[in-house]
């Protein structure tokens, strides 16, 4: 049976959403509905990862345009498709043993999630044992109820750049500080990832309009 055969016997069991996935991409960027978009390019991939998700009994649906798979409304994992690799994403990766060393961050500031990489459906099946294990340990940990400890805001870096702002403006500091934790976090590591003094400077002045608003970076 050819490739495309199979594929549109497999897209028919699947519910409406995830055929519209499979169909017409994530919709994440300008690339939707069209030959380019990267869920097309990894197809074959994403039905393997999906696949071993399904097997481990979670259920799937589709979350911020990705395949998402939970347990009693919990989110576990999502399989989802970048440029260069197809990820798994373990919402409580940082909790898994990883003792194949699979698991690699998922940002530069990973608190939580961790991802395993592929980059073919023959990478795929040589670990898809060890895939489906690293599944059952994190249904294992949700249905224990184990909570991943969570940085405080005073764990992360005030860039002096952002002190020295604080110093000069109090109605800036006091904007800053009034904003929620979770927005507050986030205007910290987007300054303390920059490398470069001016452009850690022009990300605070460029933030100034949205924190003055009580806005995070995504609002």
């Known amino acids: 049976m050819g490739k495309v055969a199979s594929f549109f016997i497999e897209i028919t069991r699947m519910t409406p959403e995830i055929a519209h996935y499979f169909s017409s991409g994530c919709g994440r ?12 390019h990894w197809k074959n991939e994403l039905l393997e990862m999906r696949q071993i998700a399904l097997e481990s009994g979670l259920e799937e649906q589709i979350k911020w345009g990705q395949l998402c798979y939970t347990l009693k409304g919990k989110n576990i994992v999502i399989v989802a498709s970048f440029k260069e690799y197809v990820g798994m994403l373990f919402f409580k990766g940082s909790l898994l043993a990883d003792t194949e060393n699979l698991l690699v961050s998922a940002s530069d500031n990973p608190n939580v999630s961790r991802q395993i990489r592929v980059k073919s459906c023959a990478e795929i099946l040589n670990i898809r044992t060890k895939i ?22 005073s764990e992360y870096p005030v860039p002096e750049e952002l002190l020295q702002k604080f110093e000069s403006d109090e109605a800036f500091k006091n904007a800053f500080y009034a904003l929620t934790l979770g ?17 850690r400077i022009a990300r605070i002045e460029k933030s100034l ?8 970076m995504h609002d």
């Open 132 to 153: 489906a294990a690293y599944l059952q340990e994190a249904i294992a940990l949700e249905e224990k109820g184990v909570k991943v400890q969570k940085k405080g805001i």
């Open 29 to 40: 960027c300008k690339l939707y509905e069209t030959p380019a978009c990267k869920v097309h």
């Open 209 to 216: 309009d949205a924190i003055f608003s009580g806005k995070g």
């Open 183 to 199: 927005r507050q976090k986030g205007y910290l590591l987007y300054f303390s990832q920059a490398k470069q003094v001016a452009t």
